[in-house]
């Protein structure tokens, strides 16, 4: 008797292993998993993302194994050249035709928006590693969208933390003509305002000007205490140069808003030390982010960027859904991600909000001077980590109608 129900204990488990098998087959459309990553490769933003992004994106993929679920993963690269219509269009392609289930980078906050329509109407996801403007997860919130590494709010957060106790009262801001500008822009001047200051004066330009000094001009007539930079690049490079030549430091202090490892090193240590600003990473903070960042380097023979870092944690939160769900259903992977911790060489504690908003530790970091510098690529001080929640927007401000139920 015992052999028999240990017999029929066994055919049942066979049973539910045949049966369940072909469905699982099932839950990974086209028997792939497909990663797009869409950037600007060619571009003014293409340094801090770019082919980077793509090579983290690749690291993550390998390091993974190849597969999850027992379906290949693939890989395939874009670029928006920072315009929405363009970036759309490439990534109706990818999921209509090409069956690409998830997108990551964007490192243009109009591309994202207009792509963010798109992960909505088909049910895929969008993970921003690239993206700025807080709107991600306030009015262009998404049920299948994270924004992964930074946003306006914590960036200007973070600025307005580093010049408290510089005694910066007035306020000009600088800044680029689309969304992000916009975005940055309105997030300085509230937080300039709740301590106490004001914002006098702005002044936008179109997006990889040709000639700052104009706007640096402006923004020196003015008086400000502090000159914030709602920029990013190359734009934020050339703003510096200019200002430094036309004597700006002496008496106004530039505050770059959204500043990458790489911008450092195209201005060098002499232009750009002593700035202090917010970063979603340093690649020299841990002996995790430098075992990982050493990697990088072998392959692309500079550190990372926070979105190239950024792109590699995300990818690999994405994968490890995937695995935990069992499905790459746009929907029940993101309800997946905003269940599972996030713990790497990137963030520690980190979490995925029901707006989409992936809440980890910031950074206040000042770049060091010349003589500070021990190595290559040793420029940044972290002078202060800034708790996620205090970094983020709080869901009491959110506009998501995720979060307020309001359509």
Not at 213 to 230: G, T
Request: hydrophobic share 40%; glycine share 8%.
């Amino acid at each position: 008797m015992i052999q028999r129900n240990l017999w029929l204990a066994s055919l049942c488990a066979l049973g539910g292993v045949l049966s369940i098998s072909p469905a699982n087959a099932q839950k990974v459309s086209d028997d792939k998993v497909r990663i797009g990553v869409l950037s600007d490769l060619s571009g003014l933003y293409a340094d801090t993302a770019g082919k980077g992004s793509v090579e983290a994106a690749r690291m993550a993929i390998e390091d993974f194994g190849g597969k999850v679920l027992g379906k290949p993963i693939e890989l395939v690269a874009g670029d928006h050249q920072n315009k929405a219509d363009v970036g759309a269009s490439q990534v109706r392609i990818w999921y209509d035709r090409d069956g690409v289930d998830a997108v990551f980078d964007v490192n243009n906050s109009s591309v994202a928006v207009a792509v963010g329509n798109l992960a909505r109407e088909r049910n895929k996801m969008l993970i921003l590693t690239g993206t700025a403007s807080v709107a991600m997860t306030n009015e262009n919130c998404g049920p299948t969208s994270v924004h992964y590494v930074y946003d306006t709010y914590a960036l200007a957060s973070g600025a307005a933390q580093g010049m408290s106790g510089r005694g910066a009262k007035s306020w000009y801001v600088i800044g680029t003509d689309y969304a992000f500008g916009k975005a940055m822009a309105a997030n300085i001047t509230e937080f300039a305002t709740a301590s106490g200051g004001k914002v006098v004066g702005s002044a936008f330009h179109p997006l990889n000007a040709s000639d700052f000094s104009s706007f640096v001009l402006q923004a020196q007539a003015s008086k400000a205490d502090a000159i914030a930079l709602a920029n990013a690049t190359s734009d934020t490079v050339n703003t510096i140069k200019t200002a430094r030549q036309f004597g700006v430091m002496k008496s106004q202090a530039i505050v770059p808003l959204l500043m990458f490892i790489n911008d450092v090193h195209a201005l060098g240590l002499q232009e750009a030390q002593d700035m202090t600003f917010a970063s979603g990473f340093y690649w020299d903070r841990t002996p995790e982010t430098r075992a990982w960042s050493r990697r990088y380097f072998e392959r692309m023979k500079k550190m990372p960027s926070m979105i190239q870092a950024g792109t590699y944690s995300a990818v690999t939160s994405y994968l490890k859904a995937i695995q935990a769900a069992g499905t790459d259903d746009g929907a029940t992977v993101s309800a997946k991600m905003k269940e599972l911790p996030i713990n790497d060489f990137f963030a520690k504690g980190g979490r995925i909000r029901a707006d989409g908003r992936m809440v980890h530790d910031m950074y206040l970091v000042q770049v060091k001077k010349p003589a500070e510098s021990q190595y290559p690529w040793d420029y940044y001080k972290v002078m202060a980590t800034i708790p996620g929640d205090k970094a983020f927007q709080p869901l009491s401000k959110s506009k998501c109608a995720l979060v307020t139920g309001k359509s």
